[in-house]
């Protein structure tokens, strides 16, 4: 048995900033990383 899951991602307007921070602090870096996935699983459709 297969089930599928829908989710939707909400992101607030201070995350798409988060690449333009300082990329020398770990959370900032990851948070940065995390956010430019979360973008890239939207355009390819796996996320709405």
Do not use: F
């Not at 089930?3 to 995350?15: A, E, G, H, Q, R």
């Not at 020398?24 to 796996?46: D, M």
Request: net charge positive; glycine share 0%.
């Amino acid at each position: 048995m297969c089930y599928t899951i829908s989710v939707k991602v909400y992101l607030d307007n201070c995350c798409y900033n988060r690449p333009y921070d300082d990329q020398s602090y770990l959370r900032i870096s990851l948070e940065s990383q995390a956010k430019l996935y979360v973008q890239h699983l939207i355009r390819e459709k796996k996320l709405d």
